[in-house]
Structures are given as structure tokens and as C-alpha cells.
């Protein structure tokens, strides 16, 4: 089924002369990494064909990877495949112009619960997109070409995406994906270093905001970092939304969330979870994700306090009725 999927897309490509790649909002590695390791294979294996990466917002954590395609007009739409990568529902895709393409199809590894193109290659259980790619890529390595450029932005959404390859996510085959690409000469000291540097701003925010952290009854860590907060740092949401990975080895503490206030009233949520899942909570406000690792968005204080007592109660349970937790 899959690998029937993955050649319908494969002919889907061939079929069109101009494909656009889409990702979902706020991106991140694996949003980022995947789309523009697709790009570089295609451009190299299809160089009469033009193939652009047209998203609406960026992500400065992994900007080292490059620029992105300049805007087009919108007629330039209607004649291309677009690909739409590691976006679960239509309403996360960046770009909302991806809805003018003559036909989409869709590549993604979060749980399929509105599916919205008629063709999908969609697998839960993968560590990330980036893997799929790379996967997509080695099925068909006879027909599609590969480059350290590539190998590059796929290998770094696959490290950030499994939280450098520690998740339960990560497979034989994301080790051995992992594998091919680094031996198309990828620089993982380079990657790393960009990854962990860090700004002076950032690391006093790292400072301050651990002395904020607080604790539920049952152990659920929080933080909740509001206007105030991101404007004295001089953050913006993504640096501050990076602060939820604070608060990812309490022990005892097996479910974390970062509340980030938004524009508006919006109330950004992360919420990430050991052993127990966490995208149930998630969900019942509106928002997704994958089983330890979810969003929603919120709009008062007092959401903010029912959702908490929510993860607290399903901590309470967890422990409960599971032993063998850190
Ligand atoms: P984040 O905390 O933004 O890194 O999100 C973790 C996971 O949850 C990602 O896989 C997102 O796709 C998903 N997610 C985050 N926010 C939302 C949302 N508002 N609705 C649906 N899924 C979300």
C-alpha cells in the first residue's frame, strides 16, 4: 500500500513540468529539512523541470540551511503539482495558495484524521518526514538522484525531528536512512553546531524562564511565558516557544507543557510527554500532533488553567497504573 502510494506520487511528478512544495506553518527541522531535501532531488534528477519551495513564514532556528523561492504570481499556480509535506490538516498548510494548484498530493507522517488530497503516502510511525524522504528517495534510487546538499537538509529534519534520534519513533530503517545520508558526506559537526549555538539573549532567557518552571500536584511541569517575558529578552514566539525542551528530563515529571502567548489573545500550547501521550489533550481543544509530542491553541487564562488540571489528572492516572517511570 505504501509503496503503491509512493509510486503514484513518483508518476504524479513525472506527469508535471512545474511542482511546488508546501509545508505546514511554524515550521521546524523536519518541515524544513524535508521540503528542501525533496526540492534538491528533484531539481537534480529533473532539471527541465522547475521546482519551487513557496511557503509563507520561516523558522530562524534552522535558517543555516538557506533561502527559500521568492513568491510567483498566483497564475503560476495553475499549471503545477503541488506537494504538501509533514502538514496534518489543510488549515496548517503555510501557504495558503497551494490550494490553486491543479492537483496536490501529500507526503506526511502525523495521523491522518481529515485527509485532504486524494493521493497520500502518509505513515504515523515514522520518526519524521525528513525519513520518509529519504526512504522515498532509496526506493527509487535508480530513477532519482541524490546530493550531499540534500542528504544534508533531510539528515537534520531527521535529527530534530526524533530528538537526536532518542525517540521510540526511531526505527532500524531511520538508522539506516540516517546511514546513506551520511554517506553522501553530510557535515554533522556543522549541523550540530548550528543547532546548539545558542544566542547571549536566549541563554538568559534559558536562565530566567528555569526559575519560573512550575509543578502540578502529580508532577506535570509548566511554563507559562507571556508578552512581558518575550519583550524584555527581546524573543520572538519561536525563541520562546523553544523553552517547552527546558523542562524535557524533570524526573517524575513525565508530561511538560509551554504555554507562549501569541498575537491577540492566542495562547500558544507545546505539550510533550514521556511514556504517557499527551496528543489526546491536545485534541480535545482543538489542536493534534503525534503521541508525545502536540499543540493547541488557546485564548484565556482560564483555558490555560482546565487544560493543566487535565494533564495533571492524566499524570495522576498514569502513575497509578503503570510502574517503571522516571
Ligand atoms: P509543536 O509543539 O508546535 O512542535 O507541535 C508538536 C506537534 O503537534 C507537531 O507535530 C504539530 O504538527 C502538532 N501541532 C502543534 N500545534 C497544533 C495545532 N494547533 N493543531 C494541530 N496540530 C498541532
Not at 532531488?41 to 519551495?53: A, C, Q
Not at 554533522?188 to 526559575?211: C, E, P, Q, T, W
Not at 527581546?234 to 508530561?255: H, N, P, Q, R, W
Not at 493547541?296 to 495533571?312: F, S
Amino acid at each position: 500500500m505504501n509503496i503503491e502510494n509512493m509510486r503514484r506520487i513518483l508518476d504524479k511528478i513525472k506527469e508535471y513540468d512545474r511542482i511546488i512544495i508546501f509545508r505546514h506553518k511554524r515550521p521546524d527541522g523536519d518541515a524544513v529539512g524535508s521540503t528542501k531535501g525533496l526540492r534538491e532531488i528533484l531539481r537534480l534528477t529533473y532539471p527541465e523541470k522547475e521546482v519551487l519551495l513557496l511557503n509563507a513564514d520561516y523558522s530562524d532556528y534552522v535558517s543555516f540551511l538557506g533561502d527559500e523561492d521568492a513568491p510567483v504570481d498566483d497564475e503560476y499556480y495553475a499549471t503545477a503539482l503541488g506537494i504538501v509535506i509533514d502538514t496534518a490538516t489543510s488549515d496548517r498548510i503555510s501557504n495558503p495558495k497551494y490550494a490553486l494548484c491543479r492537483e496536490i498530493v501529500r507526503i506526511d507522517h502525523h495521523i491522518d484524521n481529515k485527509p485532504y488530497t486524494e493521493i497520500s503516502w502518509v505513515e504515523e510511525e515514522k520518526s519524521s518526514s525528513c525519513e520518509m524522504i529519504a526512504e522515498f528517495y532509496y526506493t527509487f534510487r535508480d530513477e532519482l538522484k541524490i546530493n550531499k546538499e540534500a542528504a544534508t537538509y533531510i539528515y537534520t529534519g531527521m535529527v530534530t525531528d526524533s530528538g537526536r534520534f532518542r525517540f521510540r519513533s526511531v526505527s532500524g530503517d531511520t538508522m539506516r536512512y540516517a546511514g546513506m545520508l551520511l554517506d553522501q558526506g553530510v557535515d554533522v559537526d556543522h549541523i550540530y553546531a548550528h543547532l546548539y549555538m545558542k544566542d547571549y539573549k536566549n541563554l538568559r532567557f534559558h536562565g530566567y524562564v528555569l526559575s519560573k518552571i512550575k509543578m502540578t500536584e502529580n508532577g506535570v511541569a509548566y511554563l507559562y511565558v507571556d508578552h512581558r517575558m518575550q519583550k524584555k529578552f527581546g524573543l520572538s514566539m519561536e525563541e520562546a516557544s523553544a523553552s517547552v525542551s527546558y523542562m524535557d528530563s524533570i524526573k517524575d515529571s513525565l508530561i511538560w507543557l509551554a504555554f507562549i502567548e501569541g498575537p491577540g489573545d492566542e495562547i500558544r500550547v507545546r505539550l510533550r510527554s514521556r511514556f504517557v501521550t499527551c496528543n489526546e489533550l491536545a485534541e480535545a481543544w482543538g489542536g493534534g500532533g503525534h503521541d508525545c509530542a502536540a499543540g493547541a491553541t488557546l485564548h484565556n487564562k482560564k483555558d490555560v488553567k482546565t487544560l493543566l488540571a487535565q494533564a495533571d489528572e492524566r499524570l495522576k492516572n498514569y502513575k497509578e497504573n503503570n510502574e517503571g517511570w522516571l
